[in-house]
Nanobody
Framework: QVQLVESGGGSVQAGGSLRLSCVVSVLTVSGICMGWFRQAPGKEREAVGLIDRIGRITYADSVKGRFAISRDSAKNALYLQMNSLKAEDTAMYYC?????????????????WGQGTQVTVSS
């Protein structure tokens, strides 16, 4: 059974940093498209970024220059390094997997999802 398990969320002051992790079972992170999405209360789920199976990384404009996606094949894990956090980054963060290539930053195209990890940024 495919499982994606996020961790690393928490509360941080504006300007701070957090690193989210997503450990994947059954699927191999280096061979598929992996994405990060987030959803704030009362808002739709939005894309943060993705890394495809050949390592190309795409970011949403709102996080470019502040967030960085990486993966570790040995640990079969995906990471999201978040720097210079802002109050508007407060949301539940989800990792997701898509077996397609190429893939796109569209939540509806990702069939596999984790349970999410909460990030709260106070100003």
């Amino acid at each position: 059974q495919v499982q994606l398990v996020e961790s690393g969320g928490g509360s941080v002051q504006a300007g701070g940093s957090l690193r989210l992790s997503c450990v994947v079972s059954v699927l191999t992170v280096s061979g598929i498209c992996m994405g990060w999405f987030r959803q704030a209360p009362g808002k739709e789920r939005e894309a943060v970024g993705l890394i495809d199976r050949i390592g190309r990384i795409t970011y949403a404009d709102s996080v470019k220059g502040r967030f960085a996606i990486s993966r570790d094949s040995a640990k079969n894990a995906l990471y999201l390094q978040m720097n210079s956090l802002k109050a508007e980054d407060t949301a539940m963060y989800y990792c997701a997997a898509d077996l397609s290539y190429p893939c796109a930053l569209v939540a509806a195209l990702f069939p596999y999802w984790g349970q999410g990890t909460q990030v709260t940024v106070s100003s």
